[in-house]
């Protein structure tokens, strides 16, 4: 919590100044143990996503009736097996491989949603509190309208009008959930350009481009980092009510959200198919939680 | 009062703005919904024209949508295809369902947040703090369904304490009055109904309101906090008072003011809670409507049913506003 931001007057542009800046936060992350846990919760989930083909142990997609509805191992029930750790599923699939290859779709969503999120809403907020006037006005309408949609409606919406499919599903979700970022960019840019350097550049000429990718957005910077490692979390968990509701990737991909929906159909027989996705999705958004905390403690307290 | 009257005109554009947005993502939806009206039916080409033109479906957009929006105003949503009857009619009939499931989660998120956040604040740094801030942010990290899922295999399914879908029992009979199940109960005295009803609340208002609760009792200790190291707290401290009568009388209220602001602010994304809960608890309300309308391409349904949120959301808000002026008077006056 100490300031070790001293604020924004501080001379953007200039590298020393912004490299120690940044080695000062990365201090002030560090020190905070839940920030480091959660930046290696996420860190091991990247891992074992991008790796998940040679960690998987089995075919996810491999089905073998003998083993159906086969439990975990460790509690002393029969046909547990050491091979399927976690158990079967209804069609005897791999809940442990399932659980691994999930992850993907969970990381590819999560990631290039907070990307496209963050890009739209960050220049559209920037935009609208450089040159304010009207087209400030028609950002903040179009920002309340959003606003008074309810998110996972919205997302089910244009999920349903743009079809199935991953692509589909991202542009779904970041249609859905750029307005954080436009609202709380737009309400820093507002006070950033009105400072005396952005003036200065403006004096030597320099285009309103210029000054808000250079001089404005870098100083918004920790703003957006610590909204997108917040938001990472709830695109996955809408992502995974979105799979449980059926609206999203076919079936044919495993998901957490699309496991946890089958193992619901099984939960009196088979209580550990609907419980590891749902631990899954809980270790990796708590793990964007708190390092998203820690980086707010440590960039912007005010957030 | 004028601060009010111009909060509620200023509503009417952002409606129009919600309208027109769901207007257009309905129409870029694959699939026809005349086909699906008729499909298996042997209509013939004409048939299915003549009830194109019947519905208008064949006049340019901005038409249907100017049509769509006059109806709207009178109260015609349009005729849903699933139900054969008024959308309004199916929402309203829906409505009570999902009304008396969120105020319960509500009031279960509010007396678990309240005590939480203010003990959490008055002792800060302590255990108690600490553990009551774990247990907030693992909350938040629980997706809202699957904390149903759980709760259902563990109380309903295998402890059989508590039902886990529905709102009333098959064989418990209730007059119908104003579709709200506790109160009708009690309007006609059916003291076994209100029971019912509301053991077959407890799950899906717990579930709604842990992942609430988990959210406000933040809000509760940061807002608390915040007053707790103002001056004026300091003076009324230093003139005698009792701690007690410093923090419910002073901090408190003060408190509340970001705090009831933030909630009305995020009823949307609770809302949105209730669309995910209601299926997985079979609860018969809107937010389970829109899914399965979604599923049998019942777009009139699905477009009055994101209005009607959204109505709700913007209500809500302005009440929020309506609060806030009673809380700080300052502000009616700005």
């Known amino acids: 919590m100490e300031a070790q931001v001293t604020n924004v007057a501080e001379i953007p542009g200039k590298p020393p100044l912004q490299q120690s800046r940044f080695i000062r ?63 079967n599923d209804n069609l005897g699939r791999d809940v442990f491989s399932r659980l691994i ?18 890009l739209l809403g960050s220049m559209l907020g920037a935009m609208a509190g450089y040159y304010r006037g009207n087209f400030d006005n028609a950002v903040m309408r179009l920002v309340d309208i959003w606003m008074a949609f309810p998110d996972i409606l919205l997302a089910i919406a244009f999920a349903a009008a743009l079809g199935p499919g991953l692509f589909n599903l991202i542009v779904a979700l970041a249609l859905t959930n750029w307005v954080v970022y436009c609202r709380v960019v737009r309400a820093e840019v507002l006070v950033l350009r009105e400072q005396e350097y952005v003036m200065a550049v403006r004096s030597l000429g320099g285009s309103n481009m210029r000054i808000i990718m250079l001089h404005i957005l870098p100083n918004v910077l920790s703003s957006i980092l610590v909204i997108a490692t917040l938001q990472f979390g709830t695109v996955i968990v809408t992502e995974a009510s979105m799979s449980f509701l059926g609206i999203s990737v076919q079936s044919s991909v495993p998901t ?8 619901r159909e099984f939960m009196r027989q088979a209580w550990w198919l609907a419980t590891f996705p749902g631990i899954a999705i809980s270790i990796v958004v708590l793990g964007a939680n708190l390092l998203g905390d820690g980086l707010r403690d440590a960039l912007d307290p005010r957030l | 009062m004028q601060y009010l009257v111009r909060r509620l005109f200023l509503t009417i554009p952002v409606l129009l703005g919600v309208s027109i947005i769901i207007f257009s993502i309905i ?19 004409e048939q299915r024209e003549a009830m194109r033109h019947s519905l208008g479906l064949d006049r340019p957009l901005p038409v249907q949508y100017i049509n ?11 005729q849903s295809i699933q139900f054969n009857q008024p959308v309004s009619k199916v929402i309203l009939e829906r409505m009570p369902a999902t009304i008396e499931f969120s105020i319960t989660s509500l009031f279960i998120a509010l007396i678990v947040a309240f005590p939480a956040g203010i003990i959490a604040s008055v002792k800060r740094n302590s255990i108690i703090d600490y553990m009551v801030m774990t247990g907030a942010t693992l909350g938040i990290s629980l997706p809202t369904f699957w904390v149903g899922i759980l709760l259902i295999m563990l109380v309903a399914v295998n402890l059989h304490w508590l039902p886990s879908f529905g709102r009333i029992s098959y064989e418990v009979h209730l007059e119908r009055v104003t579709g709200f199940y506790l109160i009708d109960s009690l309007l006609t005295w059916n003291i076994p109904a209100f029971k019912d009803a509301l053991i077959h609340l407890i799950l899906p208002s717990l579930t709604l309101g842990i992942a609430m609760s988990t959210f406000i009792t933040r809000l509760v200790r940061s807002s608390m906090l915040e007053e707790i190291g103002k001056d004026y707290v300091r003076t009324a401290r230093a003139k005698g008072l009792p701690e007690k009568t410093v923090l419910i009388h002073h901090v408190l209220s003060n408190a509340l003011i970001p705090v009831i602001t933030l909630i009305g602010l995020k009823f949307g994304a609770l809302l949105s809670g209730t669309v995910v809960a209601e299926v997985i608890f079979a609860w018969p309300g809107i937010g389970r409507l829109v899914i399965q309308s979604i599923y049998s391409r ?37």
């Open chain 2, 27 to 45: 129409q870029i939806i694959p699939g026809d919904p005349i086909q699906y009206m008729f499909s298996g039916t042997g209509a013939s080409p």
């Open chain 1, 256 to 263: 957490w959200g699309g496991m946890l929906a089958d193992g």
């Open chain 1, 101 to 118: 290859v999930g992850s993907r779709v969970s990381l590819v969503v999560g990631v290039i949603t907070v990307v496209l999120t963050t």
């Open chain 1, 25 to 87: 936060v990365l201090r002030a992350v560090l020190r905070k143990k839940t920030a480091v846990f959660g930046g290696f919760v996420l860190g091991l989930f990247v891992l074992i996503a991008i790796l998940a083909p040679v960690l998987a142990p089995h075919d996810p997609g491999q089905q073998n009736l003998k083993l159906r509805l086969a439990p975990p191992i460790g509690l002393g029930l029969e046909n547990a097996s050491i091979e399927y750790p976690l158990g």
């Open chain 2, 68 to 78: 769509y929006v006059f109806n709207a105003i009178r109260g015609d949503f349009g």
């Open chain 2, 298 to 334: 019942d777009y009139p349904v699905v477009q009055g049913v994101i209005l009607f949120f959204t109505l709700i959301y913007l209500t809500i808000n302005i009440v929020t506003d309506a609060l806030y002026v009673l809380v700080d008077p300052r502000i009616g006056h700005v």
